[in-house]
Structures are given as structure tokens and as C-alpha cells.
């Protein structure tokens, strides 16, 4: 495939993730299902109209606030494979800032768990 004049092998990259970077896939379901559940237990003391991230707000509104962060994370691993299969040279780095963000997401939402 061609997409802005970069041949794009898809082939090759729709495996990078799982067989390259298998320990970054996993450090990053690990530290997304951490927010998950940080975040899940967040919204259910507060409400999900205190959440940063829009989408994960905006799915917990509407399929609430354990259903929601699943989602948004589940979306999120999927934008990351997408990212790796048709830039595979970014995996590590998209990988990396995901999982800081995530890390980062989890203090957050224990920090101000810790205020209440």
C-alpha cells in the first residue's frame, strides 16, 4: 500500500508488535489495565465528569464507568498497533510514550483518590 508516497508493507508489519516488541506489548496491557482500574475506581467515587482524557470521559458517560476506561484502553492498544503496522520505525518510541502516559494516568488518578 502506498500513502503519501511511503510504500507501506502491511504484511510485515502487522506482526512487528507481537513478535518484535512482544515485551513493550506487554509492559503496555499491563500499565493500561492499571489505569483501568484505577480510573474505574475512580469514576465510581466521584463520577467520570472528573476524568482528563475525553474519550474515555465521553465512553464512560455513555456505557459508564467500568465499561468506559475498558474501552478507552482497548482503543488505545489498537491506535498503537495501527501506529506500529504502518510506521514500524515509531513502535518503540509510540510504545514507550504510551506506557509513561499510562504510569503517569494511574499516580494521577490515585493522587486524587488520596484527597477524598
Not at 508493507?9 to 507481537?18: H, N, P
Not at 472528573?50 to 476506561?69: A, C, K, Q
Not at 509510540?94 to 493522587?111: D, E, K, L, R, T
Amino acid at each position: 500500500m502506498k500513502i503519501l508516497d511511503s510504500d507501506i508493507d502491511i504484511d510485515a508489519g502487522k506482526y512487528l508488535l507481537f513478535k518484535r516488541h512482544w515485551i513493550l506489548l506487554i509492559l503496555l496491557v499491563g500499565t493500561a489495565l492499571m489505569d483501568a482500574v484505577s480510573t474505574t475506581y475512580f469514576m465510581l467515587l466521584t463520577g467520570p465528569a472528573l476524568e482528563m482524557n475525553w474519550v474515555v470521559r465521553v465512553l464512560s458517560f455513555g456505557y459508564g464507568p467500568v465499561t468506559g476506561p475498558l474501552l478507552g484502553k482497548l482503543y488505545q492498544i489498537f491506535a498503537v498497533w495501527v501506529i506500529s503496522v504502518m510506521v514500524p520505525r515509531l513502535t518503540r518510541f509510540v510504545c514507550c510514550m504510551v506506557i509513561a502516559f499510562n504510569v503517569y494516568a494511574y499516580y494521577v488518578n490515585f493522587g486524587v483518590l488520596s484527597s477524598f
